[in-house]
């Protein structure tokens, strides 16, 4: 599923070809709601970014169209004229300007709103601070996390929860945590408040090198995996077998180290994992997809 730090990548894949250009042309097709793309033909784009898991495109008109994708969704440009990468039947957004086709595929949610209504649209106005944000509200996240709703939630869990805070998915949760040292199986209500500004500065030190933004982690490139997709692998650090099993709303594999990330005393036991081989892509990456806009 693409993460903050992938959704900023595409905003500026996007926003090159299409920011000052008048729109010539725009389509949209099913599956799902189609939005009445002929209102923002003749507009010119106003801005182009990513909040959270979100693409935005502004048009001077007051309209934005809002894009999220989910587990397959991808944003592609093209010349015009270009033979296409990927088939026109899996296109759910078109858009054309003088130089550049700008294609969405497969996103479940392209949708057309009114930039002034932004601020209450609940997909985007629910959004916890972005760990991209250079003014990301460490605080602010910390408060959030600490909902009673997440009390009793693990933090393997309730790290992707984009209402505490916006950005992560599965990969960049198994890295917070490794580099926090932290336990997944760790409730929010064990964790201490420092406990939870170390998770997100390291979240944010690990989206940002990713991005090649200046961080604190002090990274020139993409962030090596130390236990995303690496369950029953040793430890690049201190060569113990990573654990991993399935964990929380997702059902997808969590992989930790038990030397770097111990349980803590009076900590809830992980479940028993019956693990004693590295596990394949498609065991740790997913069994069950989630569903519904967030
Ligand atoms: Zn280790």
């Known amino acids: 599923m693409p993460e903050g730090d992938a959704l900023y990548r595409f ?3 996007v926003r090159r070809p299409l920011l000052g250009k008048v729109i ?7 599956p799902g709601p189609v939005p009445a793309v002929e209102k923002i033909v003749g507009q010119a784009v106003t801005e182009v970014r990513s909040t959270g898991k979100n693409l935005l495109i502004s ?26 990468t990927k ?5 759910r957004l078109v858009l054309e300007v003088d130089d ?8 479940p949610v392209i949708e057309l709103i ?6 209450y649209h609940v997909p985007i106005s629910n959004l916890g601070p972005d760990l991209l944000d250079d003014a990301f509200d460490l605080d602010e996240a910390v408060r959030r996390m600490r909902h009673p709703s997440r009390e009793l939630l693990t933090i393997g869990d309730a790290v992707m929860d984009q209402r505490a805070v916006a950005g992560i998915g599965n990969i960049w949760k198994h890295e917070c945590l490794f580099h926090a040292r932290i336990n997944p199986w760790r409730r929010v209500s064990e964790l201490t408040d420092d406990e939870l500004r170390l998770i997100f500065g390291k979240a944010q030190a690990l ?39 399935p964990q ?12 770097c990330q111990p349980v803590v005393e009076g900590q809830l036991e992980p479940p028993r994992s019956r693990i004693s081989r590295p596990l394949s892509v498609e065991q740790q990456e997913t069994t069950q997809r989630r569903s519904g806009p967030h």
Not at 24 to 30: E, M, P, T, V
Not at 87 to 91: D, I, S, T, V
Not at 114 to 119: D, N
Not at 248 to 259: M, N, Q, S
Request: aromatic fraction near 8%; proline fraction near 6%; charged fraction near 25%.
């Open 114 to 119: 009114e930039q002034r209504s932004l601020g």
């Open 11 to 13: 905003a500026e894949k």
């Open 100 to 107: 550049a086709v700008v294609v969405n595929f497969s996103a």
């Open 248 to 259: 929380g709303v997702d059902i997808r594999h969590t992989a930790w180290c038990p030397k």
């Open 87 to 91: 088939p026109e039947r899996e296109a």
């Open 59 to 84: 048009f001077d008109n007051g309209l934005a169209l809002r894009g999220h994708l989910r587990m397959y969704g991808t944003w592609h440009v093209y010349r015009p004229g270009d033979p296409w």
């Open 24 to 30: 010539l042309a725009a389509r949209s097709h099913g």
């Open 207 to 245: 989206l940002r090198a990713s991005v090649g933004k200046e961080n604190a982690l002090g990274l020139t490139r993409r962030p090596t995996m130390y236990a995303y997709m690496r369950g029953g692998q040793p430890c690049r650090r201190c060569r113990t077998r990573l654990r991993a099993v």
